[in-house]
């Protein structure tokens, strides 16, 4: 997948890779877990492994709550109009 397949529920994050095969990344919208409602709607972060033929989905607000409760050092380095500006 490239930047050209990125659509209004999925935008490939430029820059950003699965770390051990270095595939892409995205943030997606779901479309709920298993047909089901359950999660539908929601923004995660998806990365693909096994060479495209698998792939794991983070929650990405929960992913930032944690890291601004666990890790504000890391959150506020990111999180800045200095770091932010950076990728404008």
């Not at 270095?22 to 047909?35: A, D, Q, S």
């Not at 995660?44 to 930032?64: H, K, M, P, W």
Request: aromatic letters at 10%; one cysteine or more.
């Amino acid at each position: 997948m490239n930047e050209k397949q990125s659509d209004f529920n999925r935008v490939v994050m430029c820059g950003v890779t699965e770390y051990a095969e270095e595939m892409n990344v995205e943030i997606r919208i779901t479309e709920g877990l298993f047909g089901s409602k359950i999660g539908h709607g929601r923004e995660v972060i998806r990365a693909y492994n096994e060479a495209g033929n698998n792939s794991t989905e983070v929650d990405l607000e929960q992913a930032l709550k944690w890291i601004a409760t666990n890790k504000p050092d890391v959150y506020i380095k990111y999180v800045t109009s200095e770091m932010l500006s950076t990728y404008a």
